[in-house]
């Protein structure tokens, strides 16, 4: 291309304008980030001629304070992005704004040309997300100005050239532009949009500093409005000769970017109440840069209260993504994991593309590499909370224990880490409040005993007071009261912490290992063989209902017990899987009756097999409702039940 003096007409090379249609296509709905785009690029400039005048003083002239303006002309219905950065010359039009930067790839036009195709046959969506997504690798944010603008005008002149070197470059979009070579007078580039009839709202000086206030807050260059524009005093402003006075309309200094030893408590919290819009502080933070091949800077934070909509499944989550300071995203759900979807904060990459959309998020390395160490992050900042600030990490506890639960089943590899972190209820404590760890639990084990119990149930009351726990309180050994519907699904992903396996009591033969009491167990046996008879005609008078029948270890206080088998689902999570309305396998249980309970010899005694079947079934029924089951026909129980009470009324007993 031979660069001439005279205004001349130019094509784009043809995927420009491909490129144009699609941008205005899939970014219409999104149409504010132009503002952004420009922005960038004028902080850009900026930014490099920063870079340069560090060997070449004479660049900045007697102009050194870099900074951004957003203008408004009413009577012209122009919004004009103006910097006093490095400036484009001639040439460097032809090559950037006239052609896609990284374009002309055989790659980019193939992948444009299939977006199309999937759009023209019929696929408008999977077209649309497909064009977001080569926006995103392919950086066309100059171009987003079409969205708004019938006409652009770039008028330029590079820092370092005189005057009359300034270059305009104008366009409507539609495949041709025009380069002609003007006096500009000072250096940097000025972005002009004629907006369009339909998009003059973004005349409206506010609508644009709240759009700066949203996308640019934190960009570390100032971005200037005119104070007449935001309504300054008019009268004072009409002085003919006054110089326009101008005002910082954004907070300039990305925070996360600043040196933690210039940081303090006050700035970090200041920070988390103008990112997460939450009105109190925040718990805790982590603020780290990280360097090498993928360079980023992490600001995390725990908030104190968790927000109302937490465990709603569509609710966006995530921390706020910048590259090079300019702001991308927010809920940025790909750089932390679902399980740890209450933190906020700011991740800022050095490598990322600036347009990067959702779905590139979905598939870059780089973003599961964010994504680990973020989680390691938060990982050490509980442990260290959990450590030194026990009251506050209860406080983190009750507020996101619940979803913090869900990480072992989402995180393999962590869940080590996890398990350190959980707390529950226990019948150590009297208190329903979880704040056992299990290494306090394990602390506390007996000698002799080799796994960590618990138990499952709907309520904290039912769990406390199970028959299940009998044994274990006779023989002092501590058992976990689990009874938060995400529970379940906690122990079915945690089978062991520091080695140690975690057993449900309601689940399985009881094998207290060397806990048990020989004798104890030998008298079971022995038990088993002389009440034979018993345990048969209660297998027979029940059964379909039950799996089986046999004498209980577990029991002290209570009659009886119903157990499921080691590897079956619990009676407590078919109930959660029941109320959510999912379908659960029909499961049996076993019954166990405690031989010394006087009810239970009364039954062995029962010559009348009508009576003999429904004290069977009332024991039973009662074993359910024990450790807070339901009955699939109440209303029978309660007819048995009053049957038995008349007979004993009657009897006068
Ligand atoms: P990107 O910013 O990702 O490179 P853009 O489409 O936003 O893509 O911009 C294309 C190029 O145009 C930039 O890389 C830069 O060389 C040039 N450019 C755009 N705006 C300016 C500006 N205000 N000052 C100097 N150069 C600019
Ligand atoms: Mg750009």
Redesign the pocket.
Known sequence: MTVDAHKETLEFKAEVSQVLDLVIRSLYSNKEIFLR??I???S??AE?LRFESLTDEQLLEDDPNLRVRVLVDKDAGTVT?S?N????NRQ?MV???GS???SGTRQFADALRAAQGAAEHGEAEKGQAAGEELIGQF??????SFIVAERVS?I?RRAGLSAEHGVCWQSEGHGRYTLETIEKASR??D?VLHLKEEEKEFLDPWRLRTIIGKFSDHIAMPVEMLKEDLGGDEDEEKQADKAPEFEQVNRGTALWMRNKAELSDDDYKAFYKHISHDFEEPLAWAHNRVEGTNEYTALLYLPKRAPWDMWDREQKHGVKLYVRRVFIMDEADKLMPHWLRFVKGVVDSDDL???VSREILQHDRKIDTIRGANTKRVLSLLESLAKDEPEKYQTFWNEFGRVLKEGPAEDFANRERIGGLLRFASTHNETDEQSVSLDAYIERMKDGQKDLYYITADSPAAARHSPHLEVFRKKGVEVLLLSDRVDEWLVSNLHEYQGKHLQSVTKGKLDLGDLADKEEQEKAEQAEKEHEDLLKRLKDSLGERIEAVRVSTRLVDSPACIVVGEHEMSANLARVLKAVGQETPSMKPTLEVNLDHPLVRRLEAESDQGRFDDLSLIVLDQATLAEGGQLDDPSAFVGRLNKLMMNMFMSGA
Do not use: R
């Open positions: 785009e420009l960038s690029n004028a850009d400039a490099k992005v910097d950065g490095i400036g484009i460097e090559d950037t704004i896609i930067a990284s950086g066309v944010g100059f171009y987003s770039v330029s940097g580039t972005v593309p600036l347009n």
